[in-house]
């Protein structure tokens, strides 16, 4: 296997300054290993939400939550599973993995795609997902 087949927690820079402010920085072409076509936001409001549910057959992603929390979910065609804690990291998610996001109340997701929207090339469900060859 090689970098981009992988989901894995991706590091960035932080400093926590003497007034109470953190600073959370990272440059995109040092840190994402991808050329970004697209970059998008998921929020919540009051109420806890699951995102994603599909896969993108060609789409590489990586997801940082930039406020609140959120829980990633991976699953692998071979139907491995890995979990990741996203909050306040960033998350490179391959494409051609099956992605189940939770996140809680009041939290924002800042999300960068290697390709731009196409919801047909997006797999909805995931029997046929685990099941495709």
Known sequence: M???DTPKILEFGFSKMNNGVSISFFELHEM???EVKRVYTISTSAIESTRGNHAHVNQ??????VEG??????ISKSGEVLN????K???????????EINMY??????CFASENYDNLI???EKNKFLNQD
């Open 2 to 4: 090689n970098k981009m």
């Open 32 to 34: 994402i290993p991808f």
């Open 60 to 65: 590489n992603q990586v997801i940082i939550c």
């Open 69 to 74: 929390c959120a829980t990633a979910k991976i």
């Open 84 to 87: 990741f804690d996203v909050t």
């Open 89 to 99: 990291q960033a998350l490179f998610i391959p494409k051609n993995q099956w992605i």
């Open 105 to 110: 109340p009041h939290s924002t997701l800042l």
């Open 122 to 124: 997006s797999i909805f």
